[in-house]
């Protein structure tokens, strides 16, 4: 069993900061990738960055720059670097493990920019 827990989400002002985490726990260590995934009100879930068991990195054009996802092996963790936050940022962020062939998502976290 696979449990993902997302921490820091909250609200930032336009230009602002904030680091979310993805606490992971269970079996993960045969993972194929790991990323983060927002979804903004009305809207479809969509990939913002992903690291690939290989290590490569991708990220969505729209946070190149500006988001750097990485990981802890030691404790487990997955962050998001989220840095110059744009109102077009916010909503709800949901880590992701896929392992195995298996989709695991956490709970979600939200992230609220104001203009």
């Known amino acids: 069993q696979v449990q993902l827990v997302e921490t820091g989400g909250g609200l930032v002002q336009a230009g602002g900061s904030l680091r979310l985490s993805c606490a992971a726990s269970?079996?993960?260590?045969?993972?194929?990738?790991m990323a983060w995934y927002r979804q903004a009100p009305g809207k479809q879930r969509e990939l913002v960055a992903q690291i690939v068991s290989g290590g490569s990195i991708n990220y969505q054009d729209s946070v190149k720059g500006r988001f750097t996802i990485s990981r802890d092996n030691a404790k487990n963790t997955m962050y998001l670097q989220m840095n110059s936050l744009k109102p077009e940022d916010t909503g709800v962020y949901y880590c992701?493990?896929?392992?195995?062939?298996?989709?695991?998502w956490g709970q979600g976290t939200q992230v609220t920019v104001s203009s």
């Open positions: 269970g079996s993960i260590f045969s993972y194929n990738a």
């Open positions: 992701n493990y896929i392992i195995l062939g298996h989709f695991y």
